[in-house]
Structures are given as structure tokens and as C-alpha cells.
Nanobody
Framework: QVQLVESGGGLVQAGGSLRLSCAAS????????MGWYRQAPGKQRELVAH???????EYAESVKGRFTISRDNAKKTVALQMNSLKPEDTAVYYCMMVIAYWGSHDYWGQGTQVTVSS
């Protein structure tokens, strides 16, 4: 009943920028926490950025100062602006939202590939 659709991934050279977006649709009363995670081949999935319903943010140390997470409650979207990209940022990026309708549930997007070339 709830679907998250990510967009904005692709191939970019080191030092470049990408903006990822994730839009939620379906049965939604409100969206609480939102976040972006990533997983590289052979690596565990890790938190990249997180934003609460109150607007508090946190970032992985490796992306702090380069990435910015933002949310638009009216549009039911969360975005991740990625600047100064490094090859180490190459991964599949996943959108996550905690959505309340009849109770709160975690929802995940299908993932979008981000590849940063040297």
C-alpha cells in the first residue's frame, strides 16, 4: 500500500554532485523519520543521513560536510544532496521512511545505484 520511489542516481566523476530524491505514495497519515542508507559490494548497509520529523539531522562521519539531507512533508519526499563525491561513495543508495497510518512501519525503496569514477 506504500511505495517509495527513488531517483537521481547515476554515474558521476569524482568531485561531482548528485541529488537523490525519494517520493512516497499510498496510505500515509504522516511520515516520521526519514533516512538514506547505502550498501557497497562486500560491505554492510550503513546509515548515510537521517532526519527526524522535527528536523534534526545526523550524518555518517564519512559524508559530513559533503552531503545534506532534506525533507518536504507536503510532497512526501526526502532528498540527499551529494557534493564533492568520492569513489568511496559508490554504492546502492536506499531511501527509508517511517510511515504512520494504522501504526508506524518502516518502508524502503528499491535502491538506486551511485557510481563515482576516479
Amino acid at each position: 500500500q506504500v511505495q517509495l520511489v527513488e531517483s537521481g542516481g547515476g554515474l558521476v566523476q569524482a568531485g561531482g554532485s548528485l541529488r537523490l530524491s525519494c517520493a512516497a505514495s499510498g496510505s500515509i497519515f504522516s511520515i516520521n523519520d526519514m533516512g538514506w542508507y547505502r550498501q557497497a559490494p562486500g560491505k554492510q548497509r550503513e546509515l548515510v543521513a537521517h532526519v527526524t520529523s522535527g528536523g534534526s539531522t545526523e550524518y555518517a562521519e564519512s559524508v559530513k560536510g559533503r552531503f545534506t539531507i532534506s525533507r518536504d512533508n507536503a510532497k512526501k519526499t526526502v532528498a540527499l544532496q551529494m557534493n564533492s563525491l568520492k569513489p568511496e561513495d559508490t554504492a546502492v543508495y536506499y531511501c527509508m521512511m517511517v510511515i504512520a497510518y494504522w501504526g508506524s512501519h518502516d518502508y524502503w525503496g528499491q535502491g538506486t545505484q551511485v557510481t563515482v569514477s576516479s
